[in-house]
């Protein structure tokens, strides 16, 4: 152990510990826009300077040593940090008022915090034309503070690699290789960059014009969905807890913002799991068939899996996802039950992320005839819309859904987060294999945050292996054991981002491991809380066999839920 002295206080820290690491053991805040534990810790903004002996070090990067004397409040260390932001915002676009990230950027924080007033310096602004390529994601270079967040996070935690510094000295950028377009990479819109981005360099593509449109067009029959991880996270964005249930709010929002229908993409995950229950039951029965079977449904995945294991798509499960799913019938299945033309419909979709933007638009997604879902908002970019409209969200009531797209199951809400895919498939496939009631219907195995979760599962005498992997560098490990052919599971998910979707690319800010299992928690009390918690007993899934699909991988599912992908 370490012993030495911060702000007076004498403290103990193992070898190895950062000075910023030790203050903060010690209750003292040091201001950071760089640091990332583990993931960055490179001392590029210079924010976090201290006095160590007297000298003036960069604490994320310097380790204690033995006796050390650390001051973290000196008139120079406040100067220095000063300093260090006011050159920042010298060539920052002033653009605070018009930002994505008004109110919710770091740096803007900083400079109120150290009580910045006036710029004494004036630097050279850029002028570099935004990056608009990608259905998701924006970039724009002339905000970005070189902090390399963004690149850390796609290299380390998504290990996806796709950016960069580009060029040298005044000329850097964070970008793509060759500062290519976003939409010209390998990049799969996952957003976790948008999280780490400290300031707006990085944002959503913006949606709710488009939205905004079809709400006021009598001619558009306007229709929404809202996916599983959306209702335990809007309400961080008026002030409540993160985790807290507000699926009524929100249906009650959405009625005041004009949407004609209110449905739920809970209803299409109980789809999913009786179409992909059985695409398993199948496999599991054909001595020919591809095993593992891997998961599809998370649009971020798919692309990671088709840039770089394209070999491995045969694994994929044929559905689609639960969104997709909804996208086909919303414009198939419904106008035929209420008799509207499915021309009229705009179906809107309300994600907690990024990457549903671009699978929205993939041109295999108009299994309908028409774009299966045309436009996707993000969680924010809807908490935006309720805030423009003037609803008081936090004292709207609670209301329901609208039959039969919005009715789910328990299982149904679990897709939100890791595991959660599992763990309802395992409910539904465990009843139609046995002909039983599963003792336990939940699978804790495969909850919570470590990384890869493996579980067993007997199915009357015939053992099922299951694994788990979030974020994309995890979903990497299990891949190349794959491909190795050392992977004995039967059936895995994968959820392209930390947490699953309830840590999607469009959540709120800030998004944090704390945040994520206080969401978890907010999906599990909402599965808890249902009379009916296997998706094969959602009621509306069975009319919707008995009226217009017949049975589970019949013809129409084929036409309407299932697709390929391709190399
Ligand atoms: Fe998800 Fe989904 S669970 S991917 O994270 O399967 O985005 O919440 O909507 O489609 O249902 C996201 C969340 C969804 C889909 C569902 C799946």
């Not at 996806?160 to 390998?186: K, M, Y």
Request: proline share 6%; with cysteine; charged share 25%.
């Amino acid at each position: 152990m370490i012993n030495l002295t911060i702000d007076g206080q004498q403290i103990q820290v193992k070898a190895g510990t950062t000075v910023l690491e030790a203050a903060r053991s010690a209750g003292i805040k040091i201001p950071t826009l760089c640091y990332m534990k583990e993931i960055n810790e490179i001392g590029a903004c210079r924010v976090c300077v201290v006095e160590a002996n007297g000298r003036m070090v960069a604490s994320c990067v310097t380790p204690v040593t033995e006796g050390m004397e650390i001051k973290t409040n000196t008139p120079a260390v406040r100067e220095a940090r000063k300093t260090v932001v006011e050159l920042m915002i010298s060539d920052h676009p002033m653009e605070c008022l018009t930002c994505e990230r008004n109110g919710k950027c770091e740096l803007q924080t900083l400079a109120e915090n150290l009580g910045i007033r006036e710029i004494p310096y004036e630097g050279a602004r850029r002028d570099l034309p935004k990056d608009t390529s990608s259905p998701s994601i924006v970039r724009d270079p002339n905000k970005c503070i070189l902090c390399r967040k963004c690149e850390a996070v796609c290299a380390k935690i998504q290990e996806a690699h796709v950016l960069g510094g580009q060029n040298r000295g005044f000329n850097t950028i964070v970008a793509p290789a060759f500062s290519l377009p976003l939409n010209d990479v390998a990049c799969t819109m996952c957003g976790q960059c948008i999280h780490a981005c400290p300031v707006g360099a990085i944002y959503e593509k913006d949606d709710t014009a488009k939205v905004w449109e079809a709400l006021g067009d009598p001619e558009k029959h306007v229709v929404v969905q809202i996916a599983p991880a959306v209702r335990v996270a809007i309400g961080e964005e008026f002030g409540l807890e993160p985790g807290t249930l507000v699926t009524g709010k929100v249906y009650a929002a959405l009625r005041r913002l004009g949407f004609d229908k209110v449905f739920d993409t809970n209803f299409t995950a109980d789809l999913t799991i009786v179409e992909e229950g059985h695409e398993l039951i199948e496999r599991l029965n054909d001595p020919d068939a591809t095993l593992p079977m891997i998961t599809s449904c998370s649009p971020g995945w798919i692309k990671y899996i088709e840039h770089f294991y394209p070999e491995l798509i045969p694994h994929l499960s044929t559905c689609k996802s639960p969104q997709q799913m909804f996208g086909a019938l919303v414009k198939t299945y419904y106008p035929e039950k209420v008799g509207i033309d499915p021309a009229r419909i705009f179906s809107v979709s309300i994600m907690p992320c990024t990457a549903k933007k671009f699978e929205a638009q993939r041109p295999e997604m108009n299994s309908s005839g028409y774009q299966d879902v045309d436009a996707v908002l993000t969680t924010r970019e809807l908490a935006r819309m309720i805030k423009e409209a003037g609803i008081d969200f936090v004292n709207l009531p609670d209301e329901e859904a609208d039959a039969p797209m919005g009715i789910y199951t328990g299982a149904g809400t679990l897709f939100g987060t890791t595991g959660g895919v599992m763990e309802a498939a395992v409910r539904t496939a465990y009843e139609v294999v046995t002909g039983e009631q599963m003792p336990d219907i939940e699978l804790k195995a495969v909850r919570g945050l470590t990384g890869i979760k493996e579980a067993e599962v007997d199915f009357n005498g015939k053992k099922i292996k299951v694994a788990v992997a979030h974020g994309l560098g995890n979903a990497r490990k299990l891949m190349d054991l794959i491909a190795k052919g050392e992977a004995d599971y039967h059936f895995i998910e994968i959820m392209a981002c930390p947490g699953g979707c309830i840590g999607g690319g469009g959540q709120p800010f800030p998004t944090n491991d704390e945040i994520r299992a206080a969401r978890a928690r907010g999906l599990y009390e909402d599965d808890k809380n249902k009379p009916l918690r296997k998706s094969h007993e959602n009621p509306a899934v069975q009319e919707l066999y008995k009226e217009f699909l017949k049975k589970p991988l019949g013809h129409k599912s084929h036409e309407l839920l299932h697709t390929h992908y391709t190399r």
